[in-house]
Nanobody
């Protein structure tokens, strides 16, 4: 089993910055993909950013140029640096990891951390 612990959410004014972190622990042999998703009230959960083991990144168009995802493979952590925050970035942010077990893989979710951006 894999546990994900997120931190770094909070309240910030528009234009400000926050840094989210997620640490994975448990039975982990090979984390393939790590990422962040978010869900605003009344909306579906959506992808924010992902990063592969080799550092290849993918971002939602709405956050490109403002958010940066990074990871430290040695301690199974992933970070999301969020700059120039906008009120529309307000959401609960969820950490997601995909762990490989041989030919199979499993996805795990954190409990979420709330980000509120005031105008």
């Amino acid at each position: 089993q894999v546990q994900l612990v997120e931190s770094g959410g909070g309240l910030v004014q528009a234009g400000g910055s926050l840094r989210l972190s997620c640490a994975a622990s448990g039975i982990i042999f090979d984390i393939n993909l790590m990422g962040w998703y978010r869900q605003a009230p009344g909306n579906q959960r959506e992808l924010v950013a992902t990063i592969t083991t080799r550092g290849s990144t993918n971002y939602a168009d709405s956050v490109k140029g403002r958010f940066t995802i990074s990871r430290v493979n040695a301690n199974n952590t992933v970070h999301l640096q969020m700059n120039s925050l906008k009120p529309e970035d307000t959401a609960v942010y969820y950490c997601n990891v995909v762990v490989r077990y041989g030919m199979a893989s499993s996805a795990y979710w954190g409990k979420g951390t709330r980000v509120t951006v005031s105008s």
